[in-house]
């Protein structure tokens, strides 16, 4: 009797073991999907660390770069996967999002900026060189045969003033003509005392055209008078400076025979000079007539000088693509001498825009990317547009907001990483997206690769 009471106490407890098992089993909360598969790939799983989807159930090396496996010693993030964000799933994150702990981010030197709205100055260089006022340039020729007789100025660089005497010239035409103003002054003296009022007149109509052709063959107008005032002609008369400044060129030697063809000097005044600009096509359209630049010499201590935009030339060469810009600078020391190279700061005021750091635009050439911090050391890999550059940032004009927060420093390393992480995501799913296959435990199991996998005759297969 007291034996089948035990045995009845002993199936009672019995039942009551197998129902809460039970109602656990099938009514109690069941773990995350894929817990089982994360669990077995933290049990059994080495990877590569620089080819994640190189899996194998034993340690040893990569059958792809021959590198040391290492554990999977993170199960909530198998090799491979997307990164996920406090209360966001994987598939709600940008493609290429990675997490960079501060210990990573402190290593590699990551630092952050941020994308704003500012108005600015856009400061450009251009190589320069200094060239004569084209203005400002005097060639001395006579209108009259002859031959030179005595050379006062005989070398290249000499400064002369204006009026100044250069040489003497023997002119028979010249001769001739200085007689004929002697004879009319002449004749018009012995006809003041005629009583024919038309005699008179007609004298008087000899000297001026005598004098008027030696003003138009340049002779002076003290040289006309001391000719009148001594009555014998000049037999060599004496060519003078134009202007002021310094002889560039010297075709005048003595006893040489000279037409008015003859450039005997050429003479420049250099208080002021051009200089002959080479802008880049792309900075061409912010030239404007009238604006200042600022002028430096790349030597004796950086001496800059102002100088004013006059003119900006029609066309862009063809060899350099670049347009010729022409600049007016004062030059009373003369420290800015022809054919000197310079160098050309312009500085053009720039609207506000949306506008970036220059170094947290990473380009790749046929792309420009900006990382984006999303918080919780998530950083996205952001296509952006670019415009001009102000001074040491860059205009964005499409792909950022004002207000976000940007990495500056340490892009291209988080770059590498990000590209790592969208390949080894791309391969790992398209290796393990095969259909749930029913276990016995009734758990996922990934597929089998395929044999032309290059990885599966490395033992890269888990056990089934």
């Keep these: 009797m007291k034996a089948g009471r035990y045995i009845l106490i002993l199936a009672l407890i019995a039942a009551a073991w197998v129902g809460g098992y039970g109602y656990g089993r099938w009514y109690g909360p069941k773990p995350a999907s894929g817990g089982a598969h994360q669990a077995d790939?933290?049990?059994?799983?080495?990877?590569?660390?620089?080819?994640?989807?190189f899996r194998s159930d034993k340690p040893g090396n990569c059958g792809i770069c021959g590198m040391r496996l290492v554990p999977d010693d993170d199960a909530a993030h198998p090799a491979g996967a997307a990164p996920r964000a406090e209360g966001a799933p994987p598939a709600s994150m940008p493609m290429g999002t990675i997490n960079v702990s501060p210990e990573k981010q402190q290593l590699i030197g990551v630092r952050y900026g941020t994308v704003e709205m500012a108005a600015g100055t856009h400061s450009f260089r251009a190589a320069g060189k200094v060239a004569a006022d084209e203005t400002r340039v005097a060639k001395v020729q006579t209108k009259v045969e002859g031959w030179i007789d005595k050379v006062y100025v005989d070398f290249i660089g000499k400064l002369v003033e204006k009026g100044q005497p250069l040489l003497t010239l023997y002119s028979p035409e010249m001769l001739a003509t200085q007689q004929e103003y002697l004879l009319a002054l002449k004749s018009r003296n012995i006809m003041k005392g005629s009583p024919?009022?038309?005699?008179?007149?007609?004298?008087?109509?000899?000297?001026?055209?005598?004098?008027?052709?030696?003003?138009?063959?340049d002779l002076g107008e003290r040289q006309i008078e001391e000719l009148a005032r001594t009555g014998e002609p000049v037999k060599n008369i004496t060519i003078y400076s134009p202007i002021t400044g310094y002889v560039m060129e010297r075709k005048a030697f003595p006893k040489q025979r000279i037409t008015p063809e003859t450039e005997l000097y050429t003479v420049v005044d250099l208080s002021k000079v051009w200089i002959m600009a080479d802008v880049f096509q792309n900075e061409a359209p912010m030239i404007r007539e009238g604006m200042p630049a600022r002028v430096t010499l790349s030597y004796g201590?950086?001496?800059?000088?102002?100088?004013?935009?006059?003119?900006?030339?029609?066309?862009?060469?063809?060899?350099?693509?670049?347009?010729?810009?022409?600049?007016?600078?004062?030059?009373?020391?003369?420290?800015?001498k022809p054919d000197m190279f310079v160098d050309v700061d312009f500085q053009v005021a720039m609207p506000r825009r949306l506008v970036v750091p220059a170094e947290a635009v990473l380009d790749a050439g046929l792309k420009k990317t900006v990382f984006v911090d999303l918080g919780n050391g998530y950083l996205e890999p952001r296509q952006v547009e670019?415009?001009?550059?102000?001074?040491?940032?860059?205009?964005?004009?499409?792909?950022?907001?004002?207000?976000?927060?940007?990495?500056?420093s340490g892009n291209f390393l988080i770059d590498s990483e990000s590209q790592l992480k969208s390949s080894a995501a791309g391969m790992a799913g398209h290796q393990h997206g095969g259909s749930p296959a029913g276990g016995k435990q009734g758990r996922e199991q990934p597929?089998?690769?395929?044999?032309q996998d290059p990885h599966a005759q490395h033992g890269g297969g888990r056990k089934q």
Aim: hydrophobic share 35%; net charge positive; glycine share 8%.
């Design 41 to 53: 790939h933290k049990a059994s799983g080495y990877h590569c660390p620089m080819h994640p989807s």
């Design 196 to 217: 024919l009022r038309s005699s008179l007149e007609q004298s008087d109509s000899l000297v001026v055209a005598a004098r008027r052709r030696l003003e138009l063959w």
């Design 301 to 336: 201590g950086g001496r800059t000088f102002s100088a004013r935009v006059n003119y900006i030339q029609p066309q862009v060469d063809s060899m350099t693509r670049t347009l010729k810009v022409r600049l007016e600078a004062d030059n009373p020391v003369l420290a800015l």
């Design 386 to 408: 670019t415009g001009e550059q102000i001074g040491d940032r860059v205009e964005i004009t499409k792909g950022l907001k004002a207000g976000e927060r940007i990495v500056t």
């Design 447 to 451: 597929a089998a690769p395929a044999p």
